[in-house]
């Protein structure tokens, strides 16, 4: 069973940093396409940052130089550091393989909150 924990959410000022920490329990970290993806109130989920199992990455336009994905295949977590954060990346972050590769559940997400 697949299970994604993530972690590290919280509140913080405008040009603040935060990291963020997704464990993935079972195989699928070691073969898919990990991502990033997040849901703002009243919006859809939109995909963020995606990392393949080799390290090749994407962002999308509006966080690119200030959010970088990472991930630790020996210990099945999934990173995202965010610098200088602004108010409209307040939402709830959610770890996940790019929907189109694989449709299974989701974890709980960790909410950031960016507000001075």
């Known amino acids: 069973q697949v299970q994604f924990v993530e972690s590290g959410g919280g509140l913080v000022q405008p040009g603040g940093s935060l990291r963020l920490s997704c464990t993935v329990s079972g195989t699928i970290f070691l073969h898919y396409v990990m991502g990033w993806y997040r849901q703002a109130p009243g919006k859809q989920r939109e995909l963020v940052a995606r990392?393949?199992?080799?390290?090749?990455?994407n962002y999308l336009d509006s966080v690119k130089g200030r959010f970088t994905i990472s991930r630790d295949n020996a210990k099945n977590t999934l990173y995202l550091q965010m610098n200088s954060l602004k108010p409209e990346d307040t939402a709830v972050y959610y770890c996940?393989?790019?929907?189109?590769?694989?449709?299974?559940?989701w974890g709980q997400g960790t909410q950031v909150t960016v507000s001075s």
């Open positions: 996940h393989p790019p929907v189109e590769f694989w449709a299974g559940g």
């Open positions: 990392i393949t199992t080799g390290g090749s990455a």
